[in-house]
């Protein structure tokens, strides 16, 4: 496979660009290794310049110097420490770049606007692109997946730690400061997203919040969580009670689960997100629950929690090899609650390989 | 004092704007009290459309409907099922809006150009505008300052507590991860940044990231932490030492105290950000080490950590009575280490309200 800036490289050609910036800061890191976070996108902590031909740049700031040298080999270090416009309209002209691309859903329009200007002021065409680098980003080579795997693993030992120590009482909010709290004593970077845990009727809310209402004997209890380890994302769903999960619970628990069979038994390369999609949803229409599903199947993972590609009926694209998904069917309930179950699953030639090892839904 | 809806419809009426639309979520936040958080940029809960008449309306989706009915008086939920741009191609023209102001510095440029094409196809003009409501948060009022009190005194008690059980070997990231769990445990929201522990070496780096570097005797330890409750931040810096700090720390941390004294008293309505800046870093700069102060003395907080107005060179215009601004000299070595000390402080008629009671400096 070629390196991914090699495939940079070949797509800016077709496009006649002579850079791109790279402001994304997953696809900063894809690319350079640098693992700085931004505070927020008004307070980036770095930008890669990728001209077609030569060396590409990390422009930072002093304080992220150390950091960048250390971490983003092959990338020359300049810093903007009088601001990234000053810099840039000295290195354009010095690099001969005549039309430049920049990263359009990363990119502030304020920011959009000075880049404008800069690039007016030194005669560069300036060129809006998206998705570039995420589309690489989809398919995952052996090392990648191997990051991915080892975030999952830690994902489920943390999760099976905490799921032994969850108590009739304990708030939806306890139980997810433990799960993040033991997420990072356990060497993960942090969660990967907002940790769920919702009980009884919350459990009905696709994206609740951990409220202070106490853990309820016999209820559906979401759990939705995932780490980030070494850059690299887990994503997974298990839904639990305490005691005796009600009737309804367990039938809800094998339909849902049997969706989740037959999707993760469609999976291969050649499929589309559509397909994969539409055998789970089948399974729970026919069962009267159709419009209680009301979101995707699943979504990629990888430096970033959600990415391509979805599993929809919006994506009629074929999986790839090497692209890894969740596989998430649900069904809520207003009122009574939701039944959840998430695994992750590699796209491979011949079949779907299943990340997880964890199978706490068959208590149920 | 006027509302925040009243100062911003008299300045859309200033600039003849119809509406504004609010995709910041401090912004939306402060405005509506719909308190959900963005997953991304890319990932919003929710935007605010604010006519110049009328009410206002929170759009969002159905994940967010409940939330956004119970917690945003005063504003019409609509749901954008379809799509934000869908809503709006019906929503512009049924207000009889015409021109319409988004939020430059809080919109992607990929989202601002889909927003130029719904607006031209319902022939509405578009204007970009920045930091329109940041200007009017800058001033907080009573309640306000007293959700920041409160901040401030929960992130104090968590510092204390942490800081009684620091011990030598124990890591920064150990550290850093007590003291985030300890915030959520107490009910804060969350940390309002990453926490900073960073000893010896590692503290000469004004933006440290915690290590496993084991916490040592005698070396300078810089903790610099803040929290969010009830929507509002804190923001305090200590640098502490195990057992007794050498004589170069001690000597340093009382010229570092000494210039956050300086410019506390500075602090008042009408003096610039400039001069109380400047007090501090003559006193530093006397010393000789007006070289290794590489940052702005302090910066505003409230919804936002890092908020206007900022106590730097930059900053010529006057502070206003409410304001909040950290005052956080610092003197760094390479090779050694730092000191940075940090406080909060309310700007009144005649002088700064110092809104921290710790003395934990005054241990040295």
Same mark, same amino acid.
């Given at each position: 496979?070629?390196?991914?800036?090699?495939?940079?490289?070949?797509?800016?050609?077709?496009?006649?660009?002579?850079?791109?910036?790279?402001?994304?800061? =997953?696809?900063?890191?894809?690319?350079?290794?640098?693992?700085?976070?931004?505070?927020?996108?008004?307070?980036?902590?770095?930008?890669?310049?990728?001209?077609? &031909? +030569?060396?590409?740049?990390?422009?930072?700031?002093?304080?992220?110097?150390?950091?960048?040298?250390?971490?983003?080999?092959?990338?020359?270090?300049? !810093?903007?420490?009088?601001?990234?416009?000053?810099?840039?309209?000295?290195?354009?002209?010095?690099?001969?770049?005549?039309?430049?691309?920049?990263?359009?859903?990363?990119?502030?329009?304020?920011?959009?606007?000075?880049?404008?200007?800069?690039?007016?002021?030194?005669?560069? =065409?300036?060129?809006?692109?998206?998705?570039?680098?995420?589309?690489?980003?989809?398919?995952?080579?052996?090392?990648?997946?191997?990051?991915?795997?080892?975030?999952?693993?830690?994902?489920?030992?943390?999760?099976?730690?905490?799921?032994?120590?969850?108590?009739?009482?304990?708030?939806?909010?306890?139980?997810?400061?433990?799960?993040?709290?033991?997420? &990072?004593?356990?060497?993960?970077?942090?969660?990967?997203?907002?940790?769920?845990?919702?009980?009884?009727?919350?459990?009905?809310?696709?994206?609740?919040?951990?409220?202070?209402?106490?853990?309820?004997?016999?209820?559906?209890?979401?759990?939705?969580?995932? !780490?980030?380890?070494? *850059?690299?994302?887990?994503?997974?769903?298990?839904?639990?009670?305490?005691?005796?999960?009600?009737?309804?619970?367990?039938?809800?628990? &094998?339909?849902?689960?049997?969706?989740?069979?037959?999707?993760?038994?469609?999976?291969?390369? +050649?499929?589309? *997100?559509?397909?994969?999609?539409?055998?789970?949803?089948?399974?729970?229409? =026919?069962?009267?629950?159709?419009?209680?599903?009301?979101?995707?199947?699943?979504?990629?993972?990888?430096?970033?929690?959600?990415?391509?590609?979805?599993?929809?009926?919006?994506?009629?694209?074929?999986?790839?090899?090497?692209?890894?998904?969740?596989?998430?069917? +649900?069904?809520?309930?207003?009122?009574?609650?939701?039944? &959840? !179950?998430?695994?992750?699953?590699?796209?491979?030639?011949?079949?779907?390989?299943?990340?997880?090892?964890?199978?706490?839904?068959?208590?149920?």
């Amino acid at each position: 496979m070629l390196s991914p800036l090699s495939k940079i490289r070949s797509r800016l050609k077709r496009r006649r660009l002579d850079a791109l910036l790279v402001t994304q800061p =997953e696809n900063r890191r894809y690319l350079s290794g640098f693992t700085a976070e931004d505070t927020s996108i008004a307070e980036s902590s770095g930008v890669l310049l990728v001209p077609f &031909r +030569g060396a590409p740049f990390l422009l930072t700031d002093f304080r992220y110097q150390l950091q960048a040298e250390t971490e983003a080999a092959g990338f020359e270090v300049q !810093l903007y420490n009088r601001g990234l416009m000053a810099l840039l309209k000295k290195l354009l002209p010095a690099l001969g770049i005549k039309r430049l691309a920049f990263e359009s859903h990363y990119t502030l329009h304020s920011t959009s606007e000075a880049l404008e200007k800069t690039a007016k002021d030194v005669s560069v =065409e300036l060129v809006a692109l998206r998705n570039l680098i995420e589309k690489i980003r989809e398919r995952k080579n052996k090392e990648e997946l191997r990051k991915i795997e080892r975030s999952v693993a830690l994902n489920e030992q943390v999760f099976q730690e905490v799921y032994a120590d969850l108590y009739e009482g304990m708030t939806e909010r306890d139980a997810a400061i433990r799960i993040e709290t033991a997420m &990072r004593l356990k060497g993960a970077e942090g969660p990967s997203f907002e940790t769920i845990v919702a009980g009884g009727p919350n459990s009905a809310l696709p994206h609740a919040v951990p409220t202070d209402r106490p853990l309820t004997k016999g209820e559906p209890i979401i759990i939705d969580m995932g !780490l980030k380890l070494d *850059g690299y994302c887990s994503d997974m769903t298990r839904t639990v009670a305490l005691g005796t999960p009600s009737e309804k619970m367990i039938q809800l628990s &094998r339909l849902v689960r049997k969706a989740q069979l037959a999707a993760t038994e469609e999976i291969r390369a +050649g499929k589309t *997100g559509y397909e994969v999609d539409r055998t789970a949803r089948r399974i729970i229409a =026919e069962a009267g629950y159709g419009d209680r599903f009301g979101h995707g199947l699943g979504h990629g993972v990888g430096l970033a929690v959600h990415e391509g590609p979805s599993l929809s009926k919006r994506n009629r694209k074929k999986l790839r090899i090497g692209m890894v998904v969740t596989v998430e069917p +649900g069904i809520y309930l207003p009122g009574w609650g939701g039944i &959840r !179950l998430e695994n992750m699953v590699a796209v491979e030639k011949d079949g779907g390989r299943l990340l997880n090892q964890d199978t706490t839904f068959l208590d149920l």
